[in-house]
């Protein structure tokens, strides 16, 4: 079945640890996107790539980092410079960069 | 800056009404505006994406209206039954190629 698979679910990362998630699709869009959700705060934007071997920051992308190297991945790393990790992550990803989205599942990590 | 409300932000109903989410942006000039549903701890699920041209989308029980010029658009849910039970969010994207704006969600709960 076409989808977004997003991995791990769960993760707990140590402070001071850089942690990757990891976002596939196999929906041949060309565009890909990192949100961040926390509560009471809506979802906000880390990254987007419009297509392969390119991307751009969004709203929060300090202390994150993504790359594009095949069309259907789009790893997100969240560095120790990224001050408050704890959060909800979900990637999405749309045939062009002004169609509709499609998200996966998400990956909840927390920091301890 | 594009700004999207959504009230509000809870709403408990039996099951059965027929209901109505709001969701209002301040700038009317949008490219497209997309409604997704988010159950706890899982990813968005698109449910209808509406073009700036159209005034209306419907799927099953649900039909989503837009209307640029008052910078609004209403999912209406019909008959609703518990399974509706749900965050709803609202997206905005002003141009094509801008990013989405997402609305802060109404939390709905439908009661047996």
């Known amino acids: 079945d076409g989808g977004i698979t997003q991995s791990p679910k769960y993760l707990f990362r140590k402070e001071g640890q850089n942690v990757t998630l990891s976002c596939e699709q196999n929906?041949?869009?060309?565009?890909m996107y990192w949100y961040r959700q926390d509560p009471g705060q809506g979802l906000r934007l880390i990254y987007y790539?419009?297509?392969?071997?390119?991307?751009q920051k969004g709203d929060i992308a300090e202390g994150y980092s993504v790359s594009r190297e095949k069309k259907e991945s789009f790893p997100l790393t969240v560095t120790s410079a990224q001050k408050n990790p704890t959060a909800f992550y979900l990637c999405?990803?749309?045939?062009?960069?002004?169609?509709?989205?499609?998200f996966g599942e998400g990956s909840r990590l927390t920091v301890l | 800056k594009q700004e999207v409300t959504q009230i509000p932000a809870a709403l408990s109903v039996p099951e059965g009404e027929n209901l109505v989410l709001n969701c209002s942006f301040t700038?009317?000039?949008?490219?497209?505006l997309q409604w997704f549903r988010q159950d706890p701890g899982k990813g968005l699920t698109s449910l209808l994406l509406?073009?700036?041209?159209?005034r209306e989308q419907t799927s099953g029980r649900l039909n989503a209206s837009l209307d640029k010029s008052s910078g609004r658009s209403t999912l209406y849910i019909a008959a609703s039954q518990p399974g509706d039970s749900a965050t709803y969010l609202c997206?905005?994207?002003?141009?094509?190629?801008?990013?989405?704006?997402f609305g802060g969600g109404t939390r709905l709960m439908v009661k047996p």
């Open positions: 999405a990803s749309s045939i062009t960069i002004s169609t509709g989205l499609f």
């Open positions: 929906l041949n869009h060309d565009a």
């Open positions: 790539s419009q297509i392969v071997n390119d991307f």
């Open positions: 700038d009317s000039a949008i490219y497209n």
């Open positions: 509406i073009q700036s041209s159209q």
């Open positions: 997206a905005v994207r002003n141009n094509a190629g801008n990013m989405l704006t």
